[in-house]
């Protein structure tokens, strides 16, 4: 191995004591309490040697929040492989990443966190461009659905590109991650649970453009059906197996209409 080879090496596995360091201080003590000469001095390195790594706080939480990528584009593909419509695919990854959300709410916060101007115009070009480099996977997984859709008649995408089309589901999801995080702000607003309501509300969209098979809005036993289908079969980790049949409570926001 070659000394440039080495040092690369080397900084690569420093710079992951750091996030690894990093990730557990924002788990214990929140995104906000995350201080750089704390987080150094537990690393046991020079505050010097952390700014070696990341240009600021901000450029260190949007490379911590890029870092952790790998399982939700790992459950972004298996609801994409599945063998079933283009329709219920879609739906599957929306499923997923609620899943998701609800799993690692840590992680939830710090991407709605890191995705806010301040913090992502503050981190630098090369960091911001490794970030979306880690996360194009997950639109990929999208768009290929979408496009797929298109392509079979499946969907009316209005002239819109797999692309253009996305990005009304994810700004769906990602204001509703919102919303369920902070804590009573849509109940307050609306009696159904955050992601009963999403669920309804994306099955809503998905049939104003005509994507097939639509859903009958008003059959909540067709709506539950499918979701506990695809949590069976895709996500089987998320239910409990037991003599009453009965899912975890993070598997129980994802089961009806929004007024179960």
């Not at 994409?80 to 329709?87: D, E, F, S």
């Not at 289908?229 to 209409?257: C, H, K, W, Y």
Request: glycine share 6%.
């Amino acid at each position: 191995m070659s000394t440039q080879s080495r040092k690369q090496r080397q900084l690569a596995e420093r710079e992951q004591v750091f996030l690894d360091r990093a990730w557990a201080m924002v788990k214990n003590d929140g995104v906000l309490n995350l201080q750089m000469s704390r987080l150094a001095a537990e690393c046991e390195y020079a505050v010097g040697t952390l700014y070696l790594h990341f240009s600021s706080k901000e450029d260190l939480l949007v490379a911590l929040a890029s870092s952790r990528v790998g399982e939700r584009i790992e459950l972004f593909r298996r609801a994409a492989a599945w063998q079933a419509p283009t329709r219920h695919r879609m739906f599957a990854i929306v499923l997923a990443d609620m899943l998701f959300a609800q799993q690692s709410p840590e992680f939830f916060h710090l991407a709605q966190y890191v995705s806010t101007q301040t913090v992502w115009a503050a981190a630098t070009v090369a960091r911001r461009a490794d970030a979306l480099a880690k996360s194009e996977p997950l639109s990929t997984v999208v768009r290929g659905v979408i496009d797929e859709a298109i392509y079979n008649g499946d969907v009316d995408s209005q002239g819109l590109s797999g692309r253009e089309l996305s990005s009304g589901l994810w700004a769906m999801c990602v204001g509703m991650h919102a919303l369920a995080g902070a804590g009573g702000l849509l109940e307050t607003q609306c009696e159904p649970g955050a992601y009963r309501l999403l669920q309804f509300q994306i099955n809503i969209l998905l049939n104003g453009l005509e994507w097939q098979p639509l859903m009958p809005m008003t059959d909540a036993t067709a709506q539950r059906q499918l979701t506990r289908q695809i949590m069976s079969e895709l996500f089987p980790e998320f239910i409990v197996t037991a003599e009453s049949g009965a899912l975890t409570p993070l598997a129980r926001n994802f089961g009806d209409g929004p007024n179960e």
